[in-house]
């Protein structure tokens, strides 16, 4: 597509409930970024995809979150068990060349737990 | 700890006012640095980049940035802002395949 899509726009979820992000990246881009941004905060990065290896997920927060992108293209960020304090919007980006030509930012998720 | 630094983080100005919005960084060696920008409602965008060459980088919409090496700093520039400018500015350095960002400037400009 002409842009990175990511879905759901919203996701309301109950404290404890597991919940699903999904990331399609622009067509051809090898690498793959999730960022989480809290109010008021800059993003702050989770983890990185190149085509399908996951290189660096050193900013994930704690074991309940994981990220896959199997075929090296559409990436999805899974949250276990959330918790009130994994309310943020989650950002993917992606990028031809990493990052030489600029990273392209999808909308985001906004996740609230309730 | 490696960082990025936005040093304002609400700027208020008038239509037609100078801009300056400081950005410094503590990463040693060689960085890309970049300026984001978030329209209120809209994600993302890159206003500039800079990675080699020429320390004066000019962006979209009138946006600069000048990269003086010596204070780690990359400051976004605008000689004269528009009402249009409002929105949420972010300094990010690429390093290590990722982009760190600092914690943003929200502007704002009175008609």
């Known amino acids: 597509g002409a842009g990175v899509s990511q879905s759901p726009r919203y996701k309301v979820a109950k404290r404890g409930q597991d919940v699903a992000l999904r990331c399609d990246p622009i067509?051809?881009?090898?690498?793959l970024f999730w960022y989480q941004q809290a109010l008021g905060q800059g993003p702050e990065f989770l983890t990185y995809?190149?085509?399908?290896?996951?290189?660096?997920k050193s900013g994930l927060p704690s074991d309940r979150f994981f990220a896959e992108r199997p075929e090296g293209s559409v990436s999805t960020l899974k949250i276990q068990r959330t918790q009130q304090e994994d309310s943020a919007v989650y950002l993917c980006?992606?990028?031809?060349?990493?990052?030489?030509?600029?990273?392209?930012f999808g909308s985001g998720t906004r996740l609230t737990v309730v | 700890a490696q960082s990025v630094s936005q040093h304002n983080h609400h700027v208020i100005l008038s239509e037609a006012a100078s801009l300056e919005l400081g950005c410094n960084y503590s990463?040693?060696?060689?960085?890309?640095l970049f300026w984001y920008v978030q329209y209120p409602g809209q994600h993302l965008q890159l206003l500039l980049k800079y990675f080699s060459g020429d320390p004066l980088v000019k962006g979209i919409k009138g946006f600069e940035a000048e990269f003086i090496k010596s204070k780690f700093s990359f400051n976004l520039r605008k000689p004269s802002v528009q009402w249009s400018d409002t929105a949420e500015y972010f300094c990010?350095?690429?390093?290590?395949?990722?982009?760190?960002f600092g914690k943003g400037t929200r502007l704002h400009i009175l008609p």
């Open positions: 067509s051809g881009h090898v690498s």
């Open positions: 995809f190149q085509n399908e290896a996951q290189l660096d």
């Open positions: 980006a992606s990028s031809s060349d990493r990052g030489l030509g600029g990273y392209t």
């Open positions: 990463y040693g060696g060689t960085v890309n």
């Open positions: 990010a350095v690429e390093r290590d395949d990722k982009i760190i």
